[in-house]
């Protein structure tokens, strides 16, 4: 996608990439500074509470973004029980990612609304239209209910004590069920992720933002 996408409008990939880069950083930047508040500080004290990429980018993540335009971040360290809120403040410090992107994505909204914005030939409609995509697109991705995405970190704490054992599994082998996933789409061609990742489209549309792909 990216490479096509490079070949075909440069300008288009290089804010792609960019919205990319400030949405996984906002992202955990968001994780760290929430476990912070909440009573965590061993992301703090790991220098996450910043909003300097470097900080959270992943080296073989970020060689990902630039080779195939789909990449990670380092993730970010947190110690349950140092949260207050019991279970409610996991859930508080998972949902703060997603809903980070969530907010981008308003804040595009907003940019899109004045007129240097909404201009089809310029750059600045290129950069809020990719940011508000590519944080979308994070957004809906960081939900879907499979370790060791946060969906799975917001849905399984709530399950009944008859599932442990699906949880367990799912915490041990979720992240190889996920690469397997990923793998398969990329090799297949299968609609995996464009099914998962459905949402994203009415999401734009609903914030009165153009969709792009």
Known sequence: MFLSLFQSNASAAVAFLL????????????????AYLLGDDTAYRDGRVTLNPISHLDLLGSLMLLMA???WGRPTPVV????????FGSVAVALAGPVSNFLIVVFCA???????????????????????????LLFIFNLIPIPP?????VIFPFLPRALDGFVDFMNQYGPMILLGLI???????????SILLAPVRPLLTILGLPVVF
């Not at 996984?24 to 994780?31: F, K, L, M, P, R």
């Not at 349950?80 to 279970?87: D, E, T």
Request: proline letters at 6%; aromatic letters at 12%; charged letters at 10%.
């Open 69 to 71: 335009g789909f990449g």
């Open 149 to 153: 995405l946060d969906g799975s970190k």
């Open 183 to 193: 793998l398969v789409s990329f090799l297949t061609n299968l609609p995996i992720f």
């Open 80 to 87: 349950p029980s140092k949260l207050r809120g019991g279970v």
């Open 110 to 136: 907003v940019l899109y609304l004045l007129p240097p914005f909404r201009d089809q030939a310029g750059y600045l409609f290129i950069l809020v239209v990719m940011v508000a995509f590519t944080n979308a």
């Open 19 to 34: 919205g990319l880069v400030i949405g996984i950083t906002v992202h955990e930047a968001s994780h760290a500074t929430s």
